[in-house]
C-alpha cells in the first residue's frame, strides 16, 4: 500500500441499507478526513480526527458516523441510506492537524442511493 | 460559518488562451491552498499560501494571495491541454477547529 486507499471503488445501494466506506492509510499521519464531493458545491467535510481516539463533525455530519481506533483506519458509516447522500466520497489524511498540512486524498468512492 | 467562493464555476478556453480563477473568502484567513483535481480523479495539492501578497509560480501557473488575506487567485498562460481539471481553493482560519474549508471549484476546460 503506498498513500490512501478507499473501498470499495464504487456502490449501489437500497435506501435504508447501512453501509461502511473504507478508508486506510500507510504514512502515519495523525489527522484524516471525510468528505463528500456533489457537482456544484465543491468538497464539504463530514468528520475527520485529529488523532486516533477521537473524532469530530464537519460540515456536514448527519447521517453520518466515523471510528479512529487506530492511526491507519478511519472507516465511514451511514446507518441508514437516504438518496440524498448519492456522491462521491473522498478519504483524506495530513500529517498533523495543523491547517498548513497538506491534505493527501484517496481515489474516492462513488455512491448511488436508490 | 466561514465561506469560501470561487469563480467562475466553469470556463471553456481555447488552447493557448491563458485561464484565471478567483477564490474569495468571508473572513481573514491565515493560508490559503490549491489543489487540482483530473477528471476522475481526486485532488492533489498544488501549492500554498501563506503571506498577505504573497505571489507564487510554479511554470505557467501563478498564485497570489491577497494583501487582506481575504482572496486568492491561479493564473495559468497559455493553456494546455493536460491544464483540464478543476482546481479548488482551500482555506483556514485561526480557530481551534483549523479544518480546512473548500471553495466549489472552477471547471477548465481545454480545446485543443
Known amino acids: 500500500i503506498a498513500g490512501i486507499t478507499q473501498a470499495p471503488t464504487s456502490q449501489i445501494l437500497a435506501a435504508g441499507r447501512r453501509m461502511t466506506l473504507r478508508c486506510t492509510q500507510d504514512m502515519r499521519h495523525n489527522a484524516m478526513y471525510w468528505y463528500r464531493q456533489d457537482l456544484g458545491l465543491g468538497l464539504r467535510l463530514i468528520h475527520y480526527?485529529?488523532?486516533?481516539?477521537?473524532?469530530g463533525k464537519g460540515e456536514v455530519p448527519d447521517g453520518y458516523s466515523v471510528s479512529r481506533a487506530n492511526t491507519d483506519d478511519f472507516p465511514l458509516t451511514l446507518a441508514s441510506a437516504v438518496p440524498s447522500q448519492t456522491s462521491v466520497y473522498f478519504c483524506?489524511?495530513?500529517?498533523?492537524?495543523?491547517?498548513?498540512?497538506?491534505?493527501?486524498f484517496g481515489p474516492g468512492t462513488r455512491l448511488t442511493v436508490l | 460559518g466561514q465561506q469560501v467562493m470561487q469563480i467562475p464555476q466553469y470556463q471553456h478556453v481555447q488552447e493557448g488562451e491563458d485561464f484565471t480563477t478567483y477564490c474569495n473568502s468571508s473572513t481573514t484567513l491565515s493560508n490559503i491552498q490549491w489543489y487540482k483535481q483530473r477528471p476522475g480523479g481526486h485532488p492533489v495539492f498544488l501549492i500554498q499560501l501563506v503571506k498577505s501578497g504573497e505571489v507564487k509560480k510554479q511554470k505557467r501557473l501563478t498564485f497570489q494571495f491577497g494583501e487582506a488575506k481575504k482572496n486568492s487567485s491561479l493564473h495559468i498562460t497559455a493553456t494546455q491541454t493536460t491544464d483540464v481539471g478543476t482546481y479548488f481553493c482551500?482555506?483556514?482560519?485561526?480557530?481551534?477547529?483549523?479544518?480546512?474549508?473548500f471553495g466549489s471549484g472552477t471547471r477548465l476546460q481545454v480545446q485543443p
Open positions: 480526527s485529529n488523532t486516533a481516539g477521537t473524532t
Open positions: 482551500a482555506g483556514s482560519v485561526d480557530t481551534g477547529r483549523r479544518a480546512l474549508t
Open positions: 483524506a489524511s495530513s500529517p498533523t492537524q495543523g491547517p498548513t498540512d497538506t491534505q493527501y
